[in-house]
């Protein structure tokens, strides 16, 4: 009797012995293609599984049968067999596609692409690369468990014929090049998605055959890939929700997004979206194109939106971002923000403008420590109309650093460069989370839109493309020649909502809400308000107006030295020296710049930067400069004090070279620096206060209520003006009686004055 092992062995002897017969007989017979395929069922064993090696006897039996050597190719049963043989036709051109699957790891970073099932892969090395020839190469890799052993992870587009086609409809598109040799597509394949439909139309119109049957092969591919996707699609359409791991599918570059910035409407272009993790927080990020200008030209600026994780489902309106076609009131959003671009567009360049809105971003001009402080949080106005300057030039030019680089808006799509795309989702383990650079820093506190899942925009810009070539004086040439192109109405709906400019009452560079800017309301009585000989008057507005309306080049003999107006108006206070240069520059409809001596510190190094830009500002922007108390600067120098000296000399050779209006006041001109004669080109000296001048102060302040708010004689205006008191004083005394009278809803008279005076008599005033 055999024993148990022997009996095993000769039925493994007789098996394989049928198997050689099968295989010499197919192969043999002359009905039979000598290229016959074997194959592979697509739930093959796992990596691992032994192969049964040949024993001596088997070896023995082979050699006997003396079976010729034929070549077995191996292919998957989904795939389309032809009788041609793929060797034969050049790289890509065989109308079929082949089958890869991941096979034994050679490194923690690679994956090895091989065509057979792991247990049927081969020991010998290949020469040479056996999937040439085909047209689409399918890669596929082990899963996680499930109804499938295998998924698909990419295809590998090798037709010549497909890239041409895939030329045409994927141009345009971010990170993608049909002309590269090596064109591949990672799941979710979202840029074949994206331009799904012209692709099928693409594959239909072609009037080659062999094209039309490539791209059937690649349709036949994708098409199950792409159901559900479409299926989500078209819900997301009909009830508005989407998960978050389906966001990528709404999102089409290309397509226009609406969303919020500090609580303004915006509509921008989207270029790519990505998901990425930062902190351990995964979101999606939108890369989204806006029309900006930079002081010189107009230009696509790139804003990134995250839309951080969350649970189930959410509705599209409670994203941070949500593309345009989806939103209910999407026709009256493009009416307002073109009418609003249209506007942005006309506040290119300077302008002088009135404000009421918030306060994005601001950087205070440096204080006496000499930096600049930072305001991250968006301010509201609470004083009403502000004047503001717009001038996004000067906006990167004194905040020390460049403006933004911006995009041609004529620049092709597909010449810009794109950061590395993310075809994957966040959490596949092999999945690189961040390409080209470190994660995003987290978002400031407390700056969330409204709705559950928003997120706002990470407003520090992340510029792609830097040209040297834009800007400067000679883009700043054309634009006061008239050369730039006007905005079309769709680059005037994705302008961005906010322009560039300083705040000058608090000296500082914000960026203003283009809904807030409007006209500034100009007080035509302020100037014939001032209580000043009508001589001296009309001699300071005329010195005024013609050094900003100056068409002469009266110059010293040294070039740029001596350009400017210096007035220096000195007197006790309160008798009109400030309100001077205010009702001047309100005359002139011109920026008024004030400046206090406690603003400008001590330090003769700071002082010189600081004056340097100051001074700068007002002669670019034709601004009036009022440096109110200038005594410390303006004081006899001393042997003794090197420090004072230092200011007064600094202060003395930028008066020099100074091309604007400056005022200068005090109540101390018998301390003045002789040097200082010689730079002051008009002087006036403000006399106390008389009795005539005290009541026409009174009268021009009382006169301002409405006839049912005020109730005075002209007697009790004569006993009101006998009284010594300084014009501050008076409006000091007006606006508290005015308080009481408003209080006890009378018209405001000489009773509610006297109750003042008794108050401040007993205070000791």
């Not at 693409?202 to 591919?221: C, F, P």
């Not at 795309?421 to 969330?448: A, E, I, K, M, T």
């Amino acid at each position: 009797m055999p024993s148990t092992q022997q009996s095993a062995s000769l039925k493994d002897d007789q098996q394989f012995d049928a198997s050689l017969d099968w295989v010499k007989d197919d192969f043999e017979s002359p009905a039979s293609d000598t290229r016959k395929f074997i194959t592979i069922e697509d739930d093959a064993p796992a990596i691992g599984t032994p192969v049964r090696t040949p024993s001596a006897k088997e070896e023995t039996r082979r050699s006997r049968r003396h079976v010729e050597p034929t070549v077995i190719r191996i292919r998957s049963r989904s795939v389309s067999s032809r009788s041609s043989s793929p060797e034969l036709k050049e790289a890509g051109m065989s109308n079929e596609a082949k089958c890869l699957y991941e096979g034994p790891q050679k490194c923690l970073c690679c994956i090895d692409w091989v065509d057979k099932t792991p247990e049927e892969i081969a020991k010998a090395e290949l020469t040479e690369d056996p999937h040439g020839g085909f047209a689409v190469l399918i890669r596929k890799r082990s899963g996680h468990g499930g109804e499938s052993a295998f998924l698909l992870h990419s295809v590998v587009i090798q037709s010549p014929l497909i890239k041409t086609v895939l030329q045409k409809t994927l141009h345009g598109y971010p990170g993608v090049s049909a002309l590269v040799e090596h064109l591949s597509f990672d799941a979710p394949f979202d840029p074949l998605f994206h331009r799904w439909d012209a692709l099928v139309k693409a594959g239909k119109d072609d009037n080659s055959t062999e094209t039309r049957e490539h791209i059937k092969v690649l349709h036949d591919i994708l098409e199950p890939e792409f159901e559900q996707p479409f299926q989500t699609l078209k819900e997301c359409r009909m009830h508005g929700v989407i998960t978050f791991k389906s966001l990528w599918v709404i999102f089409k570059p290309g397509e226009l997004i609406y969303s919020t910035i500090d609580g303004q409407e915006c509509v921008s272009r989207l270029r790519e979206t990505t998901y990425q993790s930062s902190w351990g927080k995964a979101f999606f990020e939108l890369a989204c194109e806006a029309v900006d200008w930079d002081g010189s030209h107009f230009g696509l600026t790139t804003d990134y939106i995250p839309i951080y994780d969350f649970k189930g489902t959410c509705h599209a309106t409670s994203l941070a971002a949500m593309p345009l076609e989806l939103h209910p009131d999407r026709l009256s959003i493009k009416e307002r923000l073109t009418a609003r671009g249209r506007k942005f567009e006309m506040l290119r360049g300077y302008h002088f403008k009135a404000y009421d809105g918030p306060l994005i971003e601001g950087v205070v001009d440096g204080g006496q420590d000499g930096y600049q402080q930072q305001i991250q949080q968006t301010m509201q106005l609470t004083d009403g109309d502000e004047r503001i300057i717009i001038d996004a030039d000067a906006f990167g030019r004194f905040m020390h650093q460049p403006a933004t680089p911006l995009v041609p808006l004529d620049q092709d799509p597909s010449e810009q460069f794109h950061s590395p795309r993310h075809p994957q989702p966040y959490d596949d383990p092999d999945y690189p989370v961040f390409h080209g650079g470190p994660p995003p820093p987290p978002l400031p506190h407390g700056r969330r839109n409204k709705g559950p899942h928003q997120s706002t925009r990470n407003r520090k810009s992340r510029p792609r493309i830097v040209d040297n070539s834009f800007g400067g004086p000679i883009m700043r040439k054309a634009e006061r020649q008239g050369a730039i192109d006007p905005l079309t109405e769709e680059q005037m709906l994705l302008c961005v909502p906010f322009v560039r400019g300083f705040l000058l009452k608090k000296k500082a560079w914000f960026k203003f809400s283009v809904d807030g800017v409007h006209d500034i309301s100009w007080d035509e009585a302020a100037f014939t308000s001032l209580v000043l000989p009508a001589e001296e008057k009309d001699l300071l507005l005329a010195f005024s107006e013609g050094q900003v309306n100056s068409k002469t080049n009266f110059d010293d003999f040294i070039s740029g030295k001596g350009r400017g107006i210096v007035m220096l108006l000195s007197g006790p206070p309160g008798v009109g020296k400030t309100l001077t240069a205010e009702s001047v520059a309100e005359t002139m409809r011109v920026p008024l710049y004030t400046m206090s001596a406690g603003e400008l510190g001590t330090d003769s190094f700071r002082i010189e930067g600081v004056l340097c830009d100051v001074l700068e500002k007002c002669a670019k922007w034709k601004a009036i400069l009022l440096l109110d108390e200038a005594d410390i600067f303006l004081e006899k120098r001393s042997l003794n004090d090197l420090q004072r000296n230092a200011l007064v000399s600094v202060f003395l050779r930028l008066l020099e070279y100074y091309q604007g209006i400056m005022f200068l006041t005090t109540n101390r001109v018998e301390a003045f620096d002789p040097a200082f004669e010689s730079r002051i080109d008009v002087a006036v000296n403000y006399p106390p206060l008389t009795a005539a001048s005290r009541r026409q102060i009174w009268c021009n302040f009382i006169m301002r209520l409405r006839a049912d708010e005020r109730d005075f004689s002209e007697e009790e205006l004569d006993r009101l003006a006998e009284k010594e008191l300084n014009g501050r004083q008076i409006k000091s005394v007006v606006k508290t009686a005015q308080i009481v009278a408003v209080k006890k809803r009378e018209a405001l008279g000489v009773g509610h004055i006297r109750a003042i005076f008794r108050l401040r008599e007993r205070s000791g005033f």
